[in-house]
């Protein structure tokens, strides 16, 4: 039932129904008010930027867009009257609805629509009729009354005519219609665009006439909502009804809770007041803030103004229609995506997925137009025009699939049926109020924010994206709920030190060895001649013929990209096999798997003739990179006593390190050796760390917690016994096995992941990747020659500055490993952002000063002080977010969670690993310095969820966890109640 998610529900669980033809037509209908909603939102910007409505109703708009140079190319469009043409819609609309509000109630949601769909029709005709500025704004008045009848009606119609289990995926019709109106809108404009003579904008507003019928008809065809029946006294018509869309006869149980919900709604005498119960507040707050944040997400700016804002960016007229009708295009898909997933994953997924999405395309529209962009330039290039647009594609697509739909959605279900009509004016006059404020404020904030307007909408999402986190329910069917059950207790186990414990660790960690020496070597063999030439002509080419092109761009090439990140992408697949054969087989056996994968791997790359064999080799060598990535952590936390479990987890971290090193030195020297094969062998010499990994994994013992998950409990006493080097192991034996026992009644252990009790851990461990990654130290390390190269360098000396960051990378590993089981995690991960967050934004100004396109010598005091920055950052990776990315999430799960919980980590790191190699040399291309003010940003963001969010383990058995860390933390102890699958009793306590 919609409004059962909160406050007092009536009882209920779902409802006998079928998916009936009638409700299916009745929601097609229904949901045409989006279609008129969305063609307005579309055709405005468009109609906006014809010279021939400007030139009639906007004169003083025409005169600066004819005369270049005579404004600022961010302000042409800054003009009230211009705005309010927009605006004064929405106004109409905010006040509009609480007339509205009364007449859903009172007559009912289908006369309402059809109230909607006349004041459309008779708005349609004053504007496209319109001769003077009177009539264009008396037509948008008209307009903005049916908008606010309309999606007062419309969104309450359809969850309440849905059946529960696809409410969500009916309900988004609503929002898919108004993506296809404003689709259908910047294709008309398109073409309208192109009509001689002066009335193409006449065509466009009249054309609104089409979705306004659609509403109107529809209207007079469908019935009415059951709730609306029953709550206005007409309860034989009402269970009629209902029988008909559900197309069952026992709907007694749906009829009786209705009934009982419209006898309430009926009590209540002031429904405006009553919102402001406190059994109503949630609701309310949510509704609310959810209309607001919709707007700030800056999608209505976009969409009132993309043929004005492409235009202002740099496309030509017809570029920029053909852009905004790309962009339309994308929101219809991903709203079907929403359709698609939003009963399925659930509203909360989509809301936090998509911010992240956001947030990030808005920044990197930011950077671009912040360095691109200037007040009298209006060009931007292909590259740059085409990168903008990809980035708005991807904002687009992430709102269209989250805040879009669900924006609308969840206030329409989540409050009471007393509240409901109250509710949903509440929250469109909000919505209303808010797009009014956009729409009128968009072009002058444009003209004096320029391109900081993006960066502002991006804060907000920031934000909407921390309000979705803490406050906002799963409202899919039923709600989310429960906690976390017992937990052992105990203290720290009885453990020393031992030689098998520590010999164990060393070997295991030799998967780092490999991981590091491939990300080292990568690097500088692809700066290497006679390796480019083999495999990348194109790119020697241009590293050869100075001033052809960008220094900047010398090695922006795909394919070069993707002999780097196709291992990550293979790593990112391999790891969810890994999954399954560290929890079926164990970890030894998987880290042999791994070791098998990087011999068979180094042996293609090393022999290369051609490049499918170099990256058949990659791939090999990425699918050990995912075996090992995902065993040899859990092996290290597993098998280290608790006192210095991070420092022997580091281990992994600190060969990593060693491996990048060596990778340096290796390529210093081969890089010498005549003949042209000198990146064979670099590449082959990686066989050596492959072999110490699979021989080093035949020698070790497998873990206690793996063996005893596997039913070997003798063994796994055993071997407790012998790496704790004590007789008295029980208390420690007794948890495992507890544990254990949990883990086994774990049927679907990605499943099991999303259960409530396993979602901070699950946060942490994807965060933390992501994080890790964006911290920029891949990219530096990926590319290290070259990027010093990049920087003015020579050849030797970039090789050189790259053995210096790698000996530093090595060092400061070991300092990690003095600290962390000390000092604690998280005073090295805060501590690290402060150093990182400075280190990146000198070299940012250094370069943004010094080092253009065609420049090539930074000089030898800037090269030091370059140098220093980038061995500073490196340092503070090092003691921090290097290793305790690792650490942290495999340390932090429980048992049956573990193994899922370190694959998922382990696909996050090498998909965003894959990300960041396969795009930094195109990024440093077209953002050039800009790059390192893109990862200062993110290590500004990192560092503030280390404040808020990440709790201290040092000292935490591994076992206990959630009683000692989860169950203690300010905001995660919520998620550890002791109910698990009780919704309701957690909703209503």
């Known amino acids: ?144 009354c049916g908008v606010g009848f309309a999606n007062q009606a419309v969104p309450l119609f359809l969850s309440e005519v849905a059946p529960t289990r696809i409410r969500g995926s009916l309900n988004i019709l609503f929002q898919l219609m108004c993506t296809i109106g404003i689709l259908v809108a910047n294709m008309i404009n398109y073409g309208t665009s192109k009509m001689s003579g002066p009335n193409g904008w006449r065509i466009s507003l009249g054309l609104a006439a089409i979705p306004a019928l659609l509403l109107t008809m529809g209207s007079l065809i469908v019935t009415d909502t059951p709730n609306s029946l029953i709550a206005r006294g007409k309860m034989e018509e009402g269970k009629a009804i209902l029988k008909k869309i559900r197309g069952v006869d026992n709907v007694e149980p749906e009829f009786l809770e209705i009934v009982e919900a419209s006898r309430a709604a009926n009590e209540v005498k002031h429904p405006f007041r009553n919102l402001l119960k406190r059994r109503n507040r949630p609701q309310l707050v949510i509704a609310i803030c959810m209309q607001i944040f919709q707007q700030l997400t800056g999608i209505n700016a976009i969409m009132f103004y993309a043929p004005v804002l492409f235009k202002t960016l740099g496309f030509k007229s017809d570029a920029s229609l053909y852009s905004s009708a790309i962009t339309g295009a994308v929101n219809v898909l991903s709203t079907v995506v929403s359709i698609y997933f939003v009963d399925r994953a659930g509203r909360r997924v989509l809301l936090l997925e998509a911010g992240v999405q956001m947030f990030l395309s808005q920044i990197v529209i930011t950077v671009v137009l912040g360095i691109k962009l200037k007040d009298d330039v209006n060009n931007l290039g292909h590259g740059l025009g085409i990168l903008v647009l990809v980035f708005v594609c991807s904002f687009v697509a992430s709102f269209a699939w989250s805040w879009g739909p669900l924006g609308w959605l969840i206030p329409s279900e989540i409050f009471a049926l007393d509240a409901r009509s109250a509710g949903q004016s509440v929250a469109v006059f909000f919505n209303m109020l808010f797009t009014f404020i956009i729409a009128q404020a968009f072009l002058s904030m444009l003209c004096h924010m320029m391109f900081a307007i993006f960066l502002f909408f991006a804060i907000w999402v920031f934000a909407m994206t921390l309000f979705t986190l803490f406050l906002i329910p799963e409202t899919k069917e039923t709600m989310a709920g429960g906690g976390f059950g017992a937990a052992s207790g105990g203290g720290d186990f009885e453990a020393k030190i031992t030689p098998l414990v520590i010999m164990s660790c060393i070997m295991a960690a030799s998967g780092g060895l490999m991981f590091g020496y491939d990300v080292g070597i990568s690097g500088g063999v692809t700066s290497m001649p006679s390796f480019l030439k083999q495999f990348f002509p194109v790119v020697y080419k241009k590293t050869q013929e100075t001033g052809l092109d960008s220094n900047y761009c010398k090695y922006d090439n795909q394919g070069l990209q993707l002999f780097t990140s196709s291992l990550y992408l293979a790593a990112l697949i391999s790891t969810f096999f890994a999954s399954y054969t560290t929890r079926s087989l164990g970890r030894k056996l998987t880290m042999f798997i791994a070791g098998v994968f990087f011999v068979v791997g180094t042996v293609f790359n090393a022999a290369a003739v051609n490049l499918a064999m170099l990256i058949i080799g990659r791939i090999l060598l990425g699918c050990g990179v995912g075996f090992a990535n995902q065993a040899v952590p859990l092996f290290l936390s597993e098998i280290a006593p608790t006192r210095i479990r991070g420092a022997l987890n580091i281990l992994f971290q600190l060969n990593i390190t060693i491996g990048i090193l060596f990778a340096n030195l290796i390529n210093y020297g081969t890089a010498k050796i005549e003949g042209g094969y000198g990146w064979r062998v670099s590449l082959g010499l990686a066989g050596i760390p492959a072999g110490m990994l699979t021989i080093g994994s035949l020698i070790v013992v497998d873990t206690p917690n793996s063996l005893i998950e596997r039913g070997k409990l003798e063994e796994g006493k055993a071997v407790l016994k012998r790496i704790r080097g004590v007789d008295n192991v029980d208390p420690e034996f007794l948890e495992i096995v507890e544990a254990s026992r949990v883990a086994k009644e774990v049927k679907h252990p990605f499943r099991n992941l999303l259960k409530r009790r396993n979602r901070p851990q699950l946060v942490i461990a994807i965060w933390m990747q992501i994080f890790q990654q964006f911290t920029g130290i891949n990219a530096v390390m990926f590319y290290a020659p070259v990027l010093f190269q990049t920087l003015g360098f020579k050849s030797d000396a970039s090789l050189y500055s790259a053995v210096i960051t790698g000996a530093v990378n090595v060092l400061s590993t070991v300092v990690s490993i003095y600290f962390v089981d000390r000092a604690g995690r998280r005073v090295l991960l805060l501590e690290a952002g402060v150093q990182m967050f400075l280190s990146q934004l000198v070299v940012a100004i250094i370069m943004g000063l010094k080092v253009k396109d065609h420049s090539n010598n930074l000089g030898h005091g800037l090269a030091i002080i370059v140098v220093l920055m980038v061995c500073s950052f490196v340092s503070s990776f090092a003691w921090s977010w290097g290793p305790l990315g690792w650490l942290i999430p495999s340390e932090t799960f429980p048992l049956e ?64 966890m959630t009683e000692r860390v989860w169950k203690q933390h300010w905001f995660w102890k919520r998620f550890m109640d002791d109910v698990e699958d009780d919704p309701k009793g957690k909703l209503h306590a």
């Open 897 to 960: 969670a573990r193994s899922a919980g370190q694959s998922v980590a382990v696909c996050t790191n090498m998909l965003f690993t894959f990300i960041i190699a396969q795009a930094f040399l195109s990024m440093l291309c077209n953002m050039k310095f800009g790059i390192f003010l893109f990862f200062t940003f993110w290590v500004f963001v990192m560092t503030i969820f280390v404040v808020v969010l990440i709790p201290e383990t040092k000292g935490v058995p591994i076992e206990e």
């Open 1 to 144: 039932m919609a409004g059962g998610g909160f406050g007092t529900g009536t009882g209920g669980g779902d409802f006998e129904a079928k998916i009936t033809p009638l409700v299916i037509i009745s929601c097609i209908l229904a949901s045409s008010g989006g279609l008129m909603f969305g063609y307005d939102v579309g055709i405005s910007g468009g109609v906006t930027s014809m010279p021939e409505f400007l030139r009639e109703f906007f004169p003083t708009v025409y005169k600066k867009n004819s005369q270049p140079g005579l404004e600022s190319n961010y302000c042409k469009y800054d003009n009230q009257g211009l705005q309010l043409f927009t605006s004064s819609l929405y106004l109409a609309a905010l006040v509009a609805t609480f007339v509205a509000s009364y007449t859903t109630k009172s007559l009912g949601r289908k006369l309402t629509m059809l109230m909607a769909g006349i004041f459309f029709l008779v708005g349609t005709v004053f504007n496209a009729a319109a001769v003077n500025l009177a009539m264009l704004i008396i037509g948008r008045i008209l307009l903005g």
